[in-house]
């Protein structure tokens, strides 16, 4: 079965703000990097963040994000957030969160092991 679970998409208008949560029932997160990706319909799955794990603090984000969305870890809940403000309608997409093994991040989808089934952003107003 899927082992990370999405929630906190929705329908929201241009400038407005979703926080996405990715959590995992069966295992912790706070060892591995967690990667939040998009696909929007007629387009390529894309790597929007993602947060490295253990200790160290080190996010990335793609540029079309940065300054709008922030990604964060609260390990006593195990969840993995997304917040998203400033919404725009091209950010409108299936979100993802999928998590590697590795601490490390990766641009790449298939360095990622489990994934969630998807959350659904619309940007419209």
């Known amino acids: 079965q899927l082992q990370l679970v999405e929630s906190g998409g929705g329908l929201v208008q241009p400038g407005g703000s979703l926080r996405l949560s990715c959590a995992a029932p069966?295992?912790?997160?706070?060892?591995?990097?967690i990667g939040w990706f998009r696909q929007a319909p007629g387009k390529e799955r894309e790597g929007v963040s993602c947060?490295?794990?253990?200790?160290?603090?080190?996010?990335y984000y793609v540029d079309s994000v940065k300054g709008r969305f922030t990604i964060s870890r609260d390990n006593a809940k195990n969840t993995v957030y997304l917040q998203m403000n400033s919404l725009l309608p091209e950010d409108s997409a299936i979100y993802y969160c999928?998590?590697?093994?590795?601490?490390?991040?990766?641009?790449?989808?298939?360095?990622?092991?489990?994934w969630g089934q998807g959350t659904q952003v619309t940007v419209s107003s």
């Open positions: 069966g295992f912790t997160l706070d060892t591995n990097a």
């Open positions: 999928a998590r590697r093994v590795d601490y490390r991040c990766a641009a790449s989808w298939f360095r990622f092991d489990s």
């Open positions: 947060i490295m794990g253990g200790s160290t603090t080190t996010i």
